[in-house]
């Protein structure tokens, strides 16, 4: 087991405006847990991995964030302190299970974070149909960046004449290993 202990947890409201109803977690220990960030960038679809600087930010839905560092865990958007306690004790479960599993893992040192939304852009079928729920083809190109959407919310895309704008999207996207927020 790669994360035993976690030494000290302290939760709190942002700092720059207490006013704000969610809450923020910073969890430190003092064993080093930057070796299986590439594996939980593979496994967890880590938004943004900084292999230089032993960073990895995971993108969670709701506006909630966790960020890896090599001593120290911070989670951003609880609800409430259980929350808090509770996505701590998620992230040290996937880090240990990851780990204990990473010979069986390809790791992952790219980031969602690199996506070029005018990339995504220029990959879709530009119909502006708004069957996906977006007034324009723009609009949906960022939130499928973010992982607000998935590429099944595009039906013109799953027509056989936009198979190749298809492919090849889903070749981009998954370069960076991309993947919707909800998905498992």
Excluded at 32 to 49: K, R
């Amino acid at each position: 087991m790669l994360l035993e202990k976690i030494d000290n947890l302290d939760i709190f409201r942002p700092k720059m405006d207490s006013t704000k109803e969610t809450l923020h977690a910073i969890a430190a220990f003092t064993v080093d847990i930057s070796p299986a960030f590439p594996y939980v960038n593979a496994e967890l679809g880590g938004w943004d991995y900084d292999q230089t600087n032993q960073v990895l930010l995971l993108k969670l839905a709701d506006g909630k964030w966790i960020t890896l560092h090599p001593q120290k865990i911070a989670i951003r958007g609880a609800r409430d302190m259980a929350e808090a306690k509770a996505l701590l004790a998620w992230i040290q479960a996937q880090i240990n299970d990851i780990y204990a599993r990473r010979e069986a893992i390809t790791p992952r040192y790219v980031s969602q974070a690199g996506l070029k939304v005018m990339e995504i852009l220029r990959l879709l079928p530009m119909t502006n149909c708004k069957a996906c729920g977006y007034a324009a083809c723009m609009a949906y190109a960022a939130a499928l960046r973010e992982g607000e959407i998935s590429l099944n919310d595009c039906p013109p895309l799953w027509e056989e004449k936009y198979r190749e704008k298809r492919d090849k999207l889903q070749t981009y996207l998954e370069s960076f290993g991309w993947r919707a927020l909800d998905a498992e």
